[in-house]
């Protein structure tokens, strides 16, 4: 039997935190529940899941429909599609079959790589290897996530470069009903015996967008500023946490006129603390790019996910951040380090490490 291997190469780094990766698990529960449903997929879909961040990891190996577990996915800091792809490749030389003289091998294997961002490794040595060695008999489809990831990156690798518009109304279900439509469509193309390019199903409009005609779609500057991104860790438990500022553009609409000043004058409201595991830590390459931000450009002070803890954004003179249940001496679960906080910015404010996103 000759298999259709699917992969889904998964950026999950900290800007997909919160409610995009919650999503994202469920819409690759829902993409195996209406395969399981398909005859043609049911008998050739096979389906991995790895995910990267700063590092890449197989979270499903290749696997039949019949028995695939949706995953739950890591959270990890960085971007590195360098390492993802090497990852990808290494995978894809174990586990899909090469047609030799004496047997017919796997078709060719569709790649679904969805990310948000700009690498943070330098890629060029494989997307060599890419182009080189894979290009031809893989089918890879690249999906920018609000159209904030490198499209210049993306079209080196593949002539399918799609930005995904996640403003759209119910954007996430049909998004992925139109993956799901595209992994049937393949799985009946390749039972009929042709093993070309990918037929993908067509979008509705203003879901996926060419990424030539979506210059208009999200004006980009090079760094994705639609969030800031901190990474915390519990005082009390140690364990990390990642903390999503969204920039509000005047969006969010409040009768408190203390509120409404504030937003006024900042630039990104609170929209989630996060609680990650340790895993996020394996993911993550490096300490957190020196980018930062001021608090004066922050409306919002979460709890802490993991103790409930009042402050979640305390600053430690290490620079990195945890929480703190108000006044008092508390040590820094980063380096160890005693400190005296006083609750909520004095005015000055504070300066906050941030995460590579
Ligand atoms: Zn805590
Ligand atoms: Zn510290």
Redesign the pocket.
């Known amino acids: 039997m000759r298999r259709l291997p699917i992969f889904f190469l998964v950026d999950v780094s900290e800007s997909m935190v919160g409610e995009q990766l919650y999503r994202l698990e469920e819409g690759i529960g829902a993409i195996v529940a209406t395969l399981r449903r398909d005859p043609y997929a049911l008998e050739t879909a096979y389906l991995s899941v790895i995910a990267f961040a700063g590092k890449a990891v197989t979270v499903n190996p290749l696997t039949e429909l019949i028995s695939f577990h949706p995953p739950e996915l890591p959270v990890g800091g960085g971007t590195a599609i360098g390492t993802a792809l090497n990852h990808l490749m290494d995978e894809i030389d174990r586990s899909v079959v090469t047609t030799t003289t004496d047997r017919k091998g796997d078709w060719r294997p569709i790649v679904f790589l969805l990310t948000d961002g700009h690498s943070t490794d330098d890629p060029s040595a494989a997307l060599e290897r890419w182009n080189r060695g894979y290009r031809s008999r893989a089918n890879l489809v690249a999906i920018s996530i609000g159209g904030t990831a490198d499209h210049t990156l993306l079209q080196r690798l593949t002539d399918d470069v799609v930005v995904f518009n996640d403003t759209a109304p119910d954007a996430f279900a049909r998004f992925i009903k139109w993956l799901s439509m595209s992994i049937q469509s393949q799985s009946r193309s390749v039972s009929s015996g042709s093993d070309g390019r990918v037929s993908l199903a067509k979008s509705e409009p203003g879901l996926l967008v060419p990424v030539n005609a979506a210059a208009g779609l999200t004006p980009f500057n090079g760094v994705d500023d639609r969030y800031a991104i901190f990474v915390g860790r519990c005082a009390k438990t140690k364990l990390p946490y990642v903390v999503k500022y969204e920039l509000h553009l005047g969006r969010i609409e409040t009768s408190d006129p203390a509120l409404s000043a504030l937003l006024r004058t900042r630039r990104y409201a609170l929209s989630a603390a996060v609680p990650v595991k340790y895993s996020y830590f394996d993911l993550s390459a490096g300490d957190p790019v020196g980018q930062s931000v001021h608090s004066a450009d922050l409306v919002g002070q979460p709890q802490c996910p993991h103790c409930n803890a009042q402050f979640g954004m305390a600053v ?5 951040i ?1 929480c703190v249940t108000g006044d008092g001496e508390q040590t ?6 005693v ?1 005296y906080y006083s609750s909520a910015c004095d005015g000055d404010g504070f300066d906050v490490a941030r995460g590579r996103g």
Do not use: T
């Open positions: 430690c003179s290490c620079g990195k945890h820094c679960p980063w380096c160890g380090e400190g």
